[in-house]
Every structure is written in structure tokens, then in C-alpha cells.
């Protein structure tokens, strides 16, 4: 039976991993997503779990490692923060390309300059576009179950991916919350042992990461594409079973009160939990506001979201990352080329809000939702805004 | 003649028939690196994984549909060879530990050019010699970045003309002298550490056999002629390689458990240095000035190596 335990959510996320019959972690320290590598080497240490840690000396090593051990047929597992993933970001879309399904926690943290410790999305955007698939979690229970998810997702053999959990730093990472863990009977029937298609053995051998010429490169990059986009298909499904054996629901982009409403916020990550009690308060005071939390983003849902916003007035997007000199945020970019050509879509707002870990609270959602309220349609959009920044 | 070249001479025999980088591939002609990794391979035999930096060796060997390689192999990109292979040799441990894979030695070998060595990939090599993986790096030192086109690298000779660093009217190209990784792996304690060279093949064979043997880092630093960038005749790559440890440029030693060896005897009266260069275009603008600066500086290289072989002792003598 699962036990409700109150943790800091980046123990629980090592211990989540630890559930998973492991084989190598290769990490290196950043903060925030520190403690979690950290408390993966006491859980080895201890020999609670019997893999293998490398204590590399970068995360350019961490993510070549774990490239190397998942090519043997080892359960993969490393975490980073920022600069760190930046660091990665050379070897990233090679994990994708050679279908390793390495699994990454990302305790977000925004890039630097100016060099800044604190949440927000800028380092996954950065890395967009390697091919990884990437899913947010909005609180610590989303944190282990994703974990776990994630394994079984990436190891699947019509995905074989690597997939990146993104945490928020500090908001999620240093939280201490109550948390459900499943233990690991269950786990194991959910998770069986990692069976590769292809490893690096004397007994099978194999070339790994060849040279793609010209004549082969497009095809290979759609071939990734095409196992990315499919992807969704298996996400949708493991979390079904997730939702069979454990009773939580995940969907790629979670509804909370959309019925009926006009003004849709736009969310990913722990902002997501600040945002319901922002919506409670303003449909308390009778304004029709719902909420939408994306898990997955990438394959970027837009088939569900096209579904979601069904009827809304206004979306207002938040983004905790710019996307310099583009003309939306990241996920603004993606709801507004989703909506393209729909009929009767909805005005998009767009807002970068929370960036180097300054604080998003209720009031500033209300705020954010009362004025996108105000959007009309036929009026040009205004690409995005940086909600409550000095100096404009 | 010592004993190990004596054994030499009865060595070929023993020498594997099989071939795990086999011919095909899309080497230069007269091309020192795809000998040497030839005859690495058959050293090593069929129980071995290879991770590869990029470089030569990779664009030759791996051009997709095809393939050199009857090794497992990977290859990742051009830093990180040295990672790559702490992976696969930690997950070739745990998944034989769980008995997920079959219970038997496989060793992890990685390879890299001498800029995905001493230059970008340096700092992954620390860190796995640091580590102490069980796994071998050898560097095919060919001095220059010769995949991209002849640029300097931190492994190119002085005086050596490069396309980043070449001679001019202002430059005889390289100032600095050849980074000596052989020398900064002795430091990390590394259990064994040679030089070598396609060259000489039994001895660079030998060198591999033992490394493979160690239960532990080793690391073996392989000088290979790259007529495409030296400038010479392809048929002169051996030739210059034999040159290369006549004149002293670059003896072949090894380091075990840090007592140093001569494998290949330095001649008493070293081989002027102007007959190794004078064969290569590389060098070819060299003025008598800076000829003379490359040989005081081999002769110095040459004796400060004599003095570790004369001077230091094995690890294990040194205990009291």
C-alpha cells in the first residue's frame, strides 16, 4: 500500500527514482535540483538500491555517461538545473536521436545573466527542441508519479525517447509537501525490467551513433519527429494505466473549472496550483474563469488544447521564460499556432510572469485574468508582456 | 636487445587473424591512425565495447548505412569519449552484477583523436582517469585537427605549420611546445601509461594486451602519421613514424604503477632531429634558428624522460 509521506520534494523525487530498479545515475551538482542526486548517492551509499553512481566532473560528462549507459541497456537517470542543461545542451538532441531513453529531472532555474539561483522556465526552453520528451509537474505528487511514468514511457518500444521532468526550483524542489509513494511491488508490476532493443555488447554487436550524410539526415530527423509526435499516443496510454493501478488521473492538459468559462489561464508548472486558487476566487465572485495546466510540452498537445478552449472569450497565456525577439513567449508561441485558422478562437493574452524566481501570488492572477477579460476580438494582439516589470 | 624485443620477434604469430575494423573504410591513403586502430582492435579482441570521439576515425568507419566496425561501438561527439565510455563500462558492471548480460570481462576502450583528447575532450578524460573506471583511452595523436582541415591543436609539434597557426612572414607557425597528456595521465596515478606508435606494431600491441589487463584507468598515447597533414608521401607514414622515436621527438616508454620503461631503445647518439623534419612540409619553412630550438628542446625532452626512467621507482617500492 502506498504510504502518504511529508518530504522535501527533491528527496522524493530521488526516491521516486529509486523505485524504478535503477542501474546508473550520472549527476553533477547545480542548484536547485541538487538535493536530489544528492539524496540518489545516499540511497546507493546505503545500498538500498544496487546501481551504479558516476560522480562525473560536468554535466557534459553526466549526460555523455548516461548516453553510454543506456546504450549498454541500463536504467538511466540524471538531474540538472540551468546552466547545467545549457551544459548538456551539445549532447541533448543525440540522446533523442539515438532513441536512449535516459530519463532527467530538471529542477528549473532561470539562465544566466545576471547569474540567478531561482525559478523560472528558461533553461528547458532553451532545449526545446532536441527531441526529448518533456512533461511539467505542478506539485510533489506529480513529481514521483511522472518519474516513474517517465521510465516506462521512454523504454517503450514504439517511443524509445529520453524524457525530461521539469520541476520548478525551489517552489517545487525545496517544498516539503505530503506525498503518496507506491511502493515498490507496485511499482515493479507497473515497470518491468528495462529489455533493450539494441545494446552495446560483444554478443550483439552493434554501431551506435553513426555519421548521417546528407542522402540520410532528413529522413533520420523525421523519423525522430515522428516517434516524438507518436508519443503522445503511448503518454496518453501509460497514464491510463498509471490511472488504473494508482487512481490518479494525468492527461496532458488538465481542465480546471473550463466549464462555462470566458477567461482561460494558461499554465505549466507549479504556477498551475497558485492558479486554481485564483480562479476559486473569481468564480466566488461570479467572473467565469477557468484553467488550463499543461503536463506535456512536448509533443506540444494541440489537438487537446484546440478541445480545451472550446468557447473560452480569452486565453491568457503565462510564460516564465522570454523568448527574445520573438513575437510570443514559448507556450504563447505554441497556443497561438495551435489556434491558428479555428474558428471562433479565442484572443490570446500572453504574460512572462515569475522569471528568476520572483514571486507569482494570487493577486497577480486575478490581476492578469481581470484585464485579459477586457481583450476584444478584432483588435490586434499584442505579442506578450512582462507582467509587473519596472522600467516600461 | 631486451627481452621484450626479443619476445617481439616471436609475436606476430600470436597476433589475431580476425579483423574487427576492417578494410573499406574511408581512411586517407597511407593514413597512420586506421592502421593503428586496426591493430588496437586485434590487441584487444572480440570482448570489448569502443566509444568513440568524433573525429577521423568516426567519418571514416561510420558513414551510415555502412560500417568498419565488428566491435560494439558508439559515438557520441567530440568531447566525450572519455564519459561515454564511464557509462558503458559502469553499465556493462551493473548489468553483469544483475545478471542481465553475460558474466564475463568486456572492456571498455575509448578512443579519440588528439584534439578530442588533450584539447576539448580533456576534461572528460580527467575526470574518468580521476574516477578510476575500469576502462582504456587511447589517443591516436596525429598533432593537428586533421579531420577539419590541418588546425593546431594543443598535441601539434613546434614549428609545425597549421591552417590557424601557419608559418607566414611574421610566424614560423607553432610557438608552444607539444602538450605531454602521456606525462599529465602519470599524475593522475594512473596504473599504467605508455606512448606509442603504429610504427611499431608489437610493441604497440603489447602495450594493449597489458592495458586491457589492468582492472582499472590505463591510457596510451599512439603518435600516428597523418600523411594528409604532415605533408609527406603516404608511403613515407611508417618511415616517419620510426623517425619520430629515432630523433628522440617521441619515444615510446610506459609507465607502470609509476616506474618508467623505454620499450623501443633510444639510440645513445639521438638522430638529428632535421631528418624527421625535413621529410614533412609541415615543417618545411623552418629556419636553421629554430631547428636548433626544436633539437635543444628534444634533447631536453629526452633526457628529463632518461632521468624518470633512471630515477623513479614503482609505487609499490615506495611504501616504507
Redesign the interface.
Given at each position: 500500500m502506498a504510504k502518504r509521506i511529508g518530504m522535501e520534494i527533491a528527496l522524493a523525487a530521488a526516491e521516486a527514482a529509486a523505485l524504478c530498479n535503477l542501474d546508473v545515475v550520472a549527476a553533477y551538482p547545480i542548484t536547485p535540483n541538487t538535493h536530489i542526486p544528492e539524496h540518489l548517492s545516499d540511497i546507493v551509499a546505503d545500498g538500498r538500491i544496487d546501481a551504479e553512481f558516476i560522480c562525473v566532473e560536468s554535466e557534459h560528462s553526466a549526460l555523455s555517461a548516461c548516453c553510454g549507459a543506456s546504450a549498454t541497456g541500463a536504467r538511466t537517470f540524471t538531474a540538472t538545473s540551468s546552466q547545467g542543461l545549457l551544459f548538456m545542451g551539445e549532447i541533448m538532441p543525440i540522446v533523442s536521436a539515438m532513441r536512449l531513453p535516459v530519463v532527467m529531472a530538471i529542477g528549473n532555474r532561470a539562465l544566466s545573466g545576471p547569474i540567478n539561483i531561482w525559478n523560472d522556465h528558461s533553461d528547458i526552453m532553451s532545449q526545446r527542441d532536441t527531441g526529448w520528451i518533456s512533461l511539467f509537474a505542478a506539485d510533489g505528487q506529480e513529481v514521483i508519479d511522472m518519474i516513474i511514468q517517465a521510465f516506462k514511457i521512454a523504454e517503450h518500444r514504439e517511443v524509445m525517447l529520453p524524457v525530461n521532468l521539469n520541476l520548478d526550483g525551489f517552489q517545487l524542489t525545496h517544498v516539503v509537501e505530503p506525498m503518496l509513494f507506491p511502493d515498490q511491488q507496485e511499482v515493479d508490476e507497473f515497470l518491468p525490467v528495462y529489455k533493450p532493443y539494441a545494446a552495446l555488447h560483444p554478443d550483439h554487436v552493434v554501431s551506435m551513433g553513426t555519421l548521417g550524410a546528407p542522402d540520410i539526415f532528413s529522413e533520420a530527423m523525421k523519423a525522430k519527429d515522428e516517434a516524438l509526435i507518436n508519443s503522445k499516443k503511448i503518454i496518453v496510454q501509460v497514464w491510463k494505466e498509471w490511472e488504473e493501478k494508482f487512481g490518479r488521473t494525468y492527461e496532458p492538459i488538465e481542465a480546471y473549472k473550463t466549464e462555462g468559462a470566458e477567461v482561460i489561464l494558461v499554465t505549466m508548472g507549479s504556477m498551475g496550483d497558485t492558479a486554481e486558487v485564483a480562479v476559486d476566487e473569481l468564480r466566488k465572485r461570479k467572473m467565469p474563469a477557468g484553467l488550463l495546466r499543461l503536463k506535456l510540452w512536448r509533443p506540444f498537445p494541440s489537438e487537446e488544447l484546440r478541445k480545451a478552449v472550446k468557447g473560452a472569450k480569452v486565453l491568457a497565456v503565462m510564460d516564465r521564460a522570454i523568448s527574445f525577439g520573438s513575437a510570443s513567449g514559448p507556450l504563447g508561441a505554441e497556443t497561438r499556432a495551435s489556434l491558428y485558422g479555428e474558428a471562433d478562437c479565442p484572443v490570446v493574452v500572453n504574460d512572462i510572469i515569475g522569471l528568476g524566481g520572483r514571486d507569482v501570488t494570487v493577486g497577480d492572477f486575478i490581476q492578469i485574468i481581470e484585464t485579459a477579460a477586457q481583450a476584444k476580438k478584432g483588435k490586434p494582439e499584442r505579442g506578450y508582456e512582462i507582467y509587473g516589470v519596472r522600467g516600461s | 636487445m631486451s627481452i621484450v624485443e626479443s619476445f617481439d620477434l616471436y609475436a606476430p604469430r600470436l597476433v589475431d587473424k580476425g579483423e574487427y575494423f576492417s578494410a573499406g573504410h574511408r581512411a586517407c591513403q597511407g593514413c597512420g591512425e586506421a592502421l593503428a586502430v586496426r591493430l588496437m582492435c586485434k590487441a584487444l579482441g572480440?570482448?570489448?565495447?569502443i566509444?568513440n570521439a568524433t573525429g577521423c576515425m568516426?567519418?571514416i568507419s561510420?558513414?551510415?548505412?555502412t560500417?568498419a566496425?565488428?566491435?560494439?561501438?558508439?559515438?557520441?561527439?567530440f568531447?566525450?569519449a572519455?564519459?561515454?565510455?564511464?557509462?558503458?563500462?559502469?553499465?556493462?558492471?551493473?548489468?553483469r552484477?544483475?545478471g542481465?548480460?553475460?558474466d564475463r570481462d568486456?572492456k571498455t576502450v575509448c578512443i579519440g583523436g588528439d584534439g578530442g583528447t588533450v584539447d576539448i575532450g580533456f576534461?572528460?578524460l580527467?575526470?574518468a582517469m580521476?574516477?578510476g573506471h575500469n576502462l582504456l583511452y587511447v589517443c591516436f595523436d596525429n598533432e593537428a585537427y586533421m579531420n577539419t582541415g590541418i588546425q593546431r591543436s594543443g598535441a601539434t609539434p613546434f614549428g609545425a605549420s597549421t591552417t590557424t597557426d601557419p608559418a607566414g612572414l611574421a610566424s614560423f607557425g607553432k610557438k608552444a611546445w607539444k602538450k605531454n597528456v602521456a606525462e599529465i595521465m602519470v599524475a593522475h596515478n594512473v596504473p599504467y601509461v605508455a606512448t606509442a606508435c603504429h610504427s611499431y606494431p608489437l610493441d604497440f600491441m603489447n602495450k594493449v594486451k597489458k592495458a586491457r589487463k589492468i582492472k582499472g584507468p590505463s591510457y596510451i598515447h599512439c603518435l600516428s602519421v597523418c600523411p594528409t597533414g604532415w605533408r609527406l608521401p603516404p608511403e613515407q607514414c611508417i618511415k616517419a613514424g620510426r623517425m619520430a622515436v629515432q630523433t628522440g621527438v617521441f619515444p615510446l616508454y610506459e609507465v607502470e604503477d609509476g616506474k618508467y620503461r623505454i620499450t623501443v631503445e633510444i639510440p645513445k647518439k639521438l638522430r638529428p632531429v632535421e631528418d624527421y623534419i625535413k621529410i614533412q612540409g609541415r615543417f618545411r619553412h623552418l629556419a636553421e634558428d629554430e631547428i636548433k630550438t626544436f633539437q635543444e628542446r628534444v634533447t631536453q625532452e629526452v633526457n628529463k624522460l632518461l632521468d624518470k626512467v633512471n630515477c623513479l621507482h614503482s609505487w609499490s617500492d615506495l611504501k616504507e
Open positions: - | 572480440k570482448d570489448t565495447v566509444a568516426e567519418v561510420s558513414m551510415y548505412p560500417t566496425w565488428k566491435l560494439p561501438w558508439i559515438h557520441v561527439a568531447p566525450n572519455a564519459s561515454v565510455g564511464s557509462g558503458v563500462e559502469a553499465g556493462l558492471k551493473v548489468l552484477r544483475k542481465r548480460i553475460a568486456v576534461q572528460a580527467s575526470g580521476e574516477r
